[in-house]
């Protein structure tokens, strides 16, 4: 069962967004950056007007708050949503939508006949501060980590 209090460790969270994948069903789509400390080098955020609010902290209501965000401005499905905390002690919370991700090159090999989502996923898993990536595409929720991905 999830928390609805603070201090989600790691496991709960993936929890969240496999909840989030079965919510948004087989044909949505989200990118998710999660993030310690400084905001993460390689991403910019594309301007969008009205811009929903930020400061919301991850938890079981973050469909909700997509939701929500894409009332506010359709807009923002396109791009990563940044979620960011202080230090491992700190609750994530959402900290910007619609983020390009442009991450060098990862040293670790995609497979095959990935898209470019998946391939900025990767890369950008890679840079410092940067925790771990969620991406929800074709039905499949991916966690993305410096050790690599897989389909939670």
């Known amino acids: ?21 079965t919510k948004q069903g087989a044909s ?3 990118i998710a950056c999660l993030y310690s400390g400084r905001f993460p080098e390689f991403c910019s ?3 969008r007007d009205p811009a929903p609010p930020i400061g919301m902290e991850l938890d079981a209501r973050f469909f909700c708050h997509v939701t929500e965000a894409i009332a ?12 960011g905390r202080q230090d491992s002690n700190s609750n994530y919370v959402i900290t910007g939508w619609s983020f390009r ?14 898209g ?11 840079v ?3 925790d771990r990536i969620y991406l929800h595409s074709s039905g499949k929720m991916y966690l993305f980590k410096k050790s690599g991905f897989r389909v939670l």
């Open 72 to 83: 506010t401005n359709h807009s923002v499905h396109d791009g990563a949503i940044m979620l």
């Open 45 to 47: 955020p594309m301007v």
């Open 1 to 21: 069962m999830l928390k609805t209090e603070s201090s989600y460790h790691m496991d709960d969270i993936s929890e969240i967004f496999k909840a989030f994948a």
């Open 101 to 114: 991700l442009f991450a060098p090159e990862s040293t670790i090999a995609a497979p095959a006949n990935r």
């Open 28 to 30: 949505g789509t989200m």
């Open 116 to 126: 470019s989502a998946f391939n900025s996923c990767l890369a950008m898993a890679q």
């Open 128 to 130: 410092t501060d940067v």
